[in-house]
């Protein structure tokens, strides 16, 4: 019996640095079921009671997230990207902030845990809270640090979250989306397609 696919949101949290632009991630512990050992971003599956008010997102932004869907709702994905950044790295969101829908995956069958996951990309000026140490974490992710984006790859990293970090470097070097990357792996053939 193959596992359920429960929905997920991420936020992929960003800043100028020295060499270029910087990424926040964190390591998931050793014993972790999921993707153990691996750096990710902040993000986690959604929870009853999710909810981001205002909706911190662009028409556009809504609209792909509601595009070939019947997942949550654009303010309950964004919910879960906003809480599990506060929980996982102690910073909280501007009341008013702004985050842009970036990246869509299913994870394939036959893992121990399956996502559909939506990536949010936000700067991290519209964060508030201690940046540096992160001194309000839970622990769930450790050695959470801002990562430069010319040496990222060099981490241990998830597949798709290599491929999220294109798509991010492409956008922040003002490139053009053409609609939002979407690795569907809901069947027993993997697709891929943008969300337009």
């Known amino acids: 019996m193959s596992e359920p696919i429960r929905p997920a949101a991420t936020v992929i949290l960003?800043?100028?640095?020295?060499?270029?632009?910087q990424v926040l991630m964190g390591q998931r512990g050793a014993a972790a079921v999921f993707m153990?050992?691996?750096?990710?971003?902040?993000?986690?599956?959604?929870?009853p009671g999710d909810r981001a008010d205002p909706l911190p997102l662009s028409d556009l932004c809504a609209?792909?997230?509601?595009?070939?869907?019947?997942?949550?709702?654009?303010?309950?994905?964004?919910?879960?990207?906003l809480r599990e950044?506060?929980?996982?790295?102690?910073?909280a969101f501007a009341p008013q902030g702004r985050m842009r829908f970036v990246f869509r995956a299913i994870t394939p069958p036959g893992r121990t845990?399956?996502?559909?996951?939506?990536?949010?990309?936000?700067p991290a000026d519209q964060a508030s809270g201690d940046a540096e140490t992160f001194a309000g974490a839970s622990g769930e992710l450790s050695h959470l640090h801002w990562v430069p984006l010319a040496t990222v790859r060099q981490l241990d990293l998830p597949f798709v979250t290599e491929v999220a970090l294109a798509e991010v470097s492409a956008l922040l070097a003002g490139?053009?989306?053409?609609?939002?990357?979407?690795?569907?792996?809901?069947?027993?053939?993997?697709?891929?397609?943008?969300?337009?």
Not at 36 to 47: A, E, I, R, T
Not at 65 to 77: C, I, Q, S, V
Not at 85 to 91: F, K, P, R, V
Not at 113 to 122: I, K
């Open 63 to 81: 609209a792909r997230l509601r595009l070939n869907t019947d997942g949550p709702a654009p303010e309950t994905l964004t919910g879960t990207a």
């Open 85 to 91: 950044l506060a929980e996982e790295t102690g910073l």
């Open 175 to 196: 490139q053009d989306q053409p609609g939002v990357p979407f690795f569907d792996n809901s069947g027993s053939v993997p697709v891929f397609r943008r969300l337009n």
């Open 113 to 122: 845990r399956r996502f559909d996951a939506r990536f949010f990309l936000a």
């Open 36 to 47: 153990p050992s691996k750096y990710v971003f902040p993000g986690g599956g959604v929870d």
């Open 14 to 21: 960003w800043r100028p640095g020295p060499s270029g632009p």
